[in-house]
């Protein structure tokens, strides 16, 4: 039996804070009515150059850096996330080619806010049965792109950003101890994004306000009711698993929906808020990433200490829901000035190599006398006259 341990960890937000009282001026709400409801004060919003895949990248890279590992030591790359900018190549593709991760298996994961912890529990997996010795899980969003602006029920929640952690095989007993995933697709309807983007489909007018095709529709009240039921038995359920109790567990870390769903959620287990770990105030709802990046500031935070018991706890469209027992039994490394100048100039030579193989294909295109990706491209764009034989 092999284990799999969290080694690494890395997040990064974006620059731009978007504050309750800047959203009072798109849509009639008040930073109270917020605040009081949910929690959140503000929130990060991407840069217009940063992308899903941009934001994951600088998570794993940080992660890796804790780490202190290569990234052609990783042998398989998830990334949890909703805001993917392709259907394919993958957000792990574009992550996988920033790194320069020349060993690893790539692939996106679809579990809304339960992604991070959908994702954990596939590596785990992966590592325990041998099939790979590390991995990284990221969970990475763009929620300010697929929110409808004008939706005061929706667009006060969420916000942007990225976690990641670093798995890696070890034959010492910790790390993931127990994961328990869970979904009931009968409420779909209750909390979605519509995928297809310009889709004629006309049922898809039917989800999203105002006309807008894919845009995230909530209903609050049921997705608070499903959170608040599902949080106490998923926890208890994985505990369980891990042979552990109530009592065991240093901290969760919940995906960070809203303050008071961790409140009742808290009042259901007997237990005290201060052990769920919170930064919604500070960042809002980013989906797949809230778990990583939540467990990033706890650890910065000198809030957990080798040898604790945590818990994840996610939860979110689908719906889906999921719980991880981990023992956290390691202390970063330091990571020297000159370390992180020598990371970066690794990821710049990466995508030097990344830049070097797209050429490659290309002159291989057009010395072989086949027509090169953009001359495909101004084809297909041309008018085309459908030819009838007997013409
Ligand atoms: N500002 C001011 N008023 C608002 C508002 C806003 N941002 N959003 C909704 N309202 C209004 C509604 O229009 C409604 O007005 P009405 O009574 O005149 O019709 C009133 O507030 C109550 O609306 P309701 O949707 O019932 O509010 P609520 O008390 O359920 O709070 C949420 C709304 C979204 C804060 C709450 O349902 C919630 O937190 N749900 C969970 C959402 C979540 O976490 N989703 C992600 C899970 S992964």
């Known amino acids: 039996m092999k284990y799999a341990h969290i080694v690494g960890w890395g997040s990064y937000l974006p620059e731009r804070v978007l504050t309750n009282d800047d959203i009072a001026e798109m849509v009639e709400t008040s930073d109270e009515w917020i605040y009081t409801r949910t929690g959140i004060r503000e929130r990060r919003i991407a840069d217009t150059e940063e992308t899903t895949a941009t934001l994951a990248f600088e998570a794993a890279a940080r992660a890796l850096a804790v780490a202190d590992m290569h990234p052609s030591q990783i042998e398989l790359i998830i990334v949890a996330t909703s805001t993917p900018e392709y259907n394919f190549p993958s957000t792990a593709c574009q992550v996988q080619d920033l790194l320069g991760a020349t060993a690893a298996g790539a692939f996106d994961l679809s579990a809304a806010c339960s992604g991070f912890v959908y994702g954990l529990s596939m590596a785990h997996n992966a590592i325990a049965t041998e099939s790979v010795r590390n991995a990284l899980v990221i969970g990475a969003e763009t929620m300010s792109r697929v929110l409808d602006w004008n939706d005061r029920g929706t667009c006060i929640l969420f916000g942007d950003g990225a976690g990641a952690v670093v798995l890696k095989r070890s034959d010492v007993p910790g790390g993931v101890l127990s994961a328990v995933l869970r979904s009931d697709g009968s409420g ?100 797949a990433a809230s778990i990583p990046l939540a467990l990033c500031e706890a650890v910065e935070q000198g809030r957990l200490k080798p040898d604790d018991n945590i818990v994840f706890v996610g939860f979110g469209g689908g719906l889906t829901w999921a719980s991880a027992v981990i023992k956290w039994n390691v202390t970063p490394p330091e990571v020297s000035r000159l370390d992180r100048e020598l990371q970066r100039t690794r990821y710049l030579m990466a995508r030097g190599r990344s830049k070097l193989r797209r050429w490659g294909r290309r002159w291989g295109a057009i010395l072989g006398g086949s027509p090169t990706p953009d001359a495909r491209m101004r084809d297909a764009q041309k008018p085309r006259h459908h030819e009838h034989p007997e013409e």
Not at 277 to 284: A, E, I, P, S, Y
């Open 188 to 287: 779909g309807d209750v909390l979605n994004l519509p995928a297809v983007y310009h889709s004629p489909l006309p049922m898809l007018a039917d989800y999203s306000p105002n006309g807008q095709k894919n845009t995230i529709s909530m209903n609050g009240r049921q997705v608070f009711r499903f959170a608040t039921q599902v949080i106490s038995s998923s926890i208890l359920d994985a505990l369980r698993r891990a042979g552990l109790t109530i009592n065991d567990v240093a901290l969760i870390v919940p995906h960070q929906a809203n303050t008071r769903i961790i409140e009742t959620a808290a009042k259901r287990l007997k237990i005290s808020q201060d052990k769920f770990f919170l930064n919604v105030d500070r960042v809002g709802n980013t989906s």
